[in-house]
């Protein structure tokens, strides 16, 4: 049996393709305008795993799609799998009031329509930010799902649905939008979406399952014992747990590889010293909010983003990995004890890549690129799931 056939638009540096690999899918093309991920895509995805595979690194707006097709070889109806996820910047939960309804990106989802529509795959999957469901991007949104249902596909759930990274192995709280389409001719029932959990909430108070929430610990190297002991006293203190639970818990830490040196990801942010500085008086799971001095943004009373400069914790999954990922002032982006931002390796285990995975084109292009990506460990269980519930049943 020949492999099903996918297609990755707005690539990226390729995460959900490489899921896509992993699910056993042949990818046929990505589409990425951005030079740095494409060549990222073209050194991680296309020499090592997929030579057969076609980068166009260039404006989706300016291929033609029939042409594509007659490059792929590819008729109307035969494409297993339409992957994508236009850029999100539009759809932003972080852009002010009601900014970004009129952005030209948000048009970009439509256009991952008109795809769809030349190619009619069995499945397409588009993953955006939650902000996608919000008021100001209603036309966009309704206009793409209406054309989904005039061209005879079952929209799952009518629409978009928030699944998060954390409940399928990656150490993340990552909330995202997707949206699942399939060709009226497919055969549904034996569909569920979205797939169960593998992993769950864990209770601190009983067990530690290894089915539990993955916490950010498992993407950093082991700390020196005298962190691990200053830790307990600081979970009594910031979650308010007694002795006995947080030494249960700090006992029961998983720490990943140490970092090879050689690493070109294994790089920070350089910081200045007065920050590093303040970084040093940041205690273990400690934020701004600690510190007797006041950010100059954040006089006036503003209270701004209360994360910033926040140190991620040990035993929950982290925040967001976000495009500015690399950057303390964008998020709780510390180290969990040195005094510096997490690495672009961390920031890239946070999103499951894995180690040998490198990122083209300096600091500023990596981080953009981690933060983008779909975690390679939750596209696979979404695609496996597609696979085995649609796509490989007898029609």
Not at 27 to 45: C, M, P, R, S, W
Not at 65 to 77: A, K, P, Q, T, V
Request: glycine residues 6%; aromatic residues 10%.
């Amino acid at each position: 049996m020949s492999k099903l056939t996918a297609i990755d638009l707005f690539a990226g540096a390729g995460g959900f393709s490489l899921a896509a690999h992993d699910a056993g899918f042949n990818l046929l093309a990505a589409v990425e305008f951005d030079q740095h991920a494409a060549n990222t895509y073209q050194q991680n995805i296309i020499k090592r795993l997929q030579p057969t595979t076609r980068v166009y690194a260039q404006d989706i707006n300016q291929i033609d799609i029939l042409s594509f097709m007659g490059e792929l070889s590819l008729n109307s109806g035969e494409l297993d799998l339409l992957l994508g996820g236009p850029p999100c910047q539009g759809f932003s939960t972080h852009r002010i009031k009601d900014s970004g309804g009129n952005d030209p990106r948000n048009q970009l989802l439509v256009k991952y329509f008109d795809f769809v529509a030349k190619l009619r795959p069995k499945v397409f999957l588009v993953e955006n930010v939650p902000g996608l469901l919000w008021p100001r991007h209603e036309k966009h949104l309704n206009k793409f799902l209406k054309l989904a249902r005039e061209h005879k596909y079952n929209v799952i759930s009518d629409g978009p649905l928030i699944i998060n990274a954390r409940d399928y192995g990656v150490p993340q709280n990552r909330r995202r939008a997707f949206i699942l389409a399939v060709r009226e001719d497919i055969i549904l029932d034996e569909l569920t979406w979205p797939p169960k959990p593998t992993h769950i909430k864990p209770d601190f108070d009983t067990s530690f399952a290894t089915t539990a929430w993955k916490s950010a610990s498992t993407v950093f190297e082991k700390p020196p014992q005298e962190i691990l002991d200053k830790l307990i006293p600081r979970m009594q203190k910031v979650l308010d747990w007694d002795e006995e639970k947080s030494t249960k818990v700090v006992n029961s830490l998983i720490f990943g590889n140490p970092l090879p040196e050689d690493d070109w990801c294994n790089r920070h942010m350089m910081h200045k010293p007065f920050m590093i500085e303040r970084f040093r008086d940041t205690e273990l799971m400690g934020s701004r909010e600690e510190h007797p001095y006041t950010l100059k943004c954040h006089e006036n009373g503003y209270g701004g983003h209360k994360d910033v400069y926040g140190r991620m914790y040990f035993h929950t999954p982290s925040n967001t990995i976000t495009t500015g990922c690399h950057n303390p002032s964008k998020g709780r982006f510390l180290h969990p004890w040195e005094n510096h931002g997490i690495t672009l390796r961390h920031a890239a285990r946070l999103q499951t890549f894995p180690d040998d995975f490198n990122f083209i084109g300096g600091v500023m292009a990596a981080s953009r690129q981690i933060g983008n990506a779909v975690p390679i460990l939750l596209g696979k269980a979404l695609i496996i799931n597609i696979k085995e519930s649609l796509l490989c049943r007898k029609q």
